[in-house]
């Protein structure tokens, strides 16, 4: 079943603009991951927040995580046009060696 | 960062025939490795997890007869889609776990496979 429910499906804003993508699960976790995937590419990991985090940073990227509502955002602040790709969170029910359930991914477009 | 790498990167096939995708880990060693399927413009679905020296691990719906997955090395695991099918047509992704913390993955850039 799917874990991870993004929220928008598809974004499309201006160079410059912040975007905001939002993550919904359904069950307990370990942590939340948020990776990019460009058109046709692989995936590349870009943050990773656990669940008795509440918010993290890297670089122009703001994580946060509310497992009281089973649910987490991702912040792209002052977006370029090199952000166009789609981003996936992916949930791990325990530390270690868990696996990821993907969510279906917000595709984010960034206009010059 | 540790690098994944696939091949082929795309692959076109006939009906009945067999295609063997490989998964390499290029600057260190994976005892795990993941397969995934992803339909355009859709999430991730994991098949199997592959482990080094034993059984592949298949995720529930996934046929372990039709995905053939070997893991015979520290760095190389492959998929083989046995007697492929149109609907086998997809974008196939592996990746292996992060060597130093695990909880992440390294991706690689996937294979386009098409049936006809």
């Known amino acids: 079943s799917q874990q991870g429910e993004e929220d928008p499906q598809a974004l499309s804003i201006q160079e410059g603009e912040n975007a905001t993508m939002n993550c919904s699960y359904k069950t307990s976790i370990n942590n939340l991951q948020w990776y990019r995937q460009n058109s046709g590419r692989g995936l590349v990991h870009l943050i990773l927040?656990?669940?008795?985090?509440r918010e993290k940073h890297s670089g122009r990227l703001r994580v946060t995580l509310d497992t009281s509502k089973k649910s987490s955002s991702l912040l792209i602040t002052a977006s370029r046009a090199a952000d166009t790709a789609s981003y996936f969170c992916a949930t791990a029910a325990y530390s270690g060696y868990s696996t990821l359930t993907f969510g279906k991914g917000t595709m984010l477009l960034v206009s010059p | 960062g540790a690098v994944v790498s696939q091949h082929p990167s795309r692959v076109i096939c006939k009906s009945g025939t067999s295609v063997k995708i490989e998964c390499r880990s290029l600057?260190?060693?994976?005892?795990?490795m993941f397969w995934y399927r992803q339909f355009p413009k859709k999430s991730l679905m994991l098949m199997a997890t592959s482990n080094e020296g034993s059984k592949a691990t298949y995720e529930q719906g996934v046929e372990k007869d039709k995905f053939l997955i070997n893991h015979a090395s520290l760095t190389l695991s492959t998929l083989t889609v046995t007697s492929a099918h149109p609907e086998d047509s997809s974008f196939y992704i592996c990746?292996?776990?992060?060597?130093?913390?695990?909880?992440?993955?390294?991706f690689g850039p996937g294979t386009r496979l098409l049936v006809l």
């Open positions: 990746s292996a776990r992060d060597p130093l913390g695990q909880e992440t993955q390294y």
């Open positions: 600057d260190f060693q994976a005892t795990t």
């Open positions: 927040i656990r669940s008795n985090e």
